[in-house]
Nanobody, 116 residues
């Protein structure tokens, strides 16, 4: 059983910064990617950023230049540094681990609120 545990700040003012962290535990076989998604009420999850096997980093256009993802493969951790936050970044952020069989594991989700 794979478990993803999220931690980090949840409230910031516009222009501020927050950092989210995620650690995966359990029996993890071949991993395809690990990263962060977010969703708004009534909408589908959207990719924020992820680290793909081989080390490449992928970012959604709306966070490029503001958010930075980092991780430790050996520790199965991934962090999301969020700078220059905007009120429209307010959403539930979920950690994701995807296996090479395209099986997804999810954290429980963290509500991030950015006030104007």
């Amino acid at each position: 059983q794979v478990q993803l545990v999220e931690s980090g700040g949840v409230l910031a003012q516009a222009g501020g910064s927050l950092r989210l962290s995620c650690t995966a535990s359990g029996i993890i076989f071949a991993r395809n990617s690990m990263g962060w998604y977010r969703h708004f009420p009534g909408k589908r999850r959207e990719l924020v950023a992820r680290i793909v096997n081989g080390g490449s980093h992928e970012y959604a256009d709306f966070v490029k230049g503001r958010f930075t993802i980092s991780g430790d493969n050996a520790e199965n951790t991934v962090n999301l540094q969020m700078n220059s936050l905007k009120p429209e970044d307010t959403a539930v952020y979920s950690c994701n681990l995807r296996t090479i069989d395209l099986l997804d594991y999810w954290g429980r989700g963290t509500l991030v609120t950015v006030s104007s």
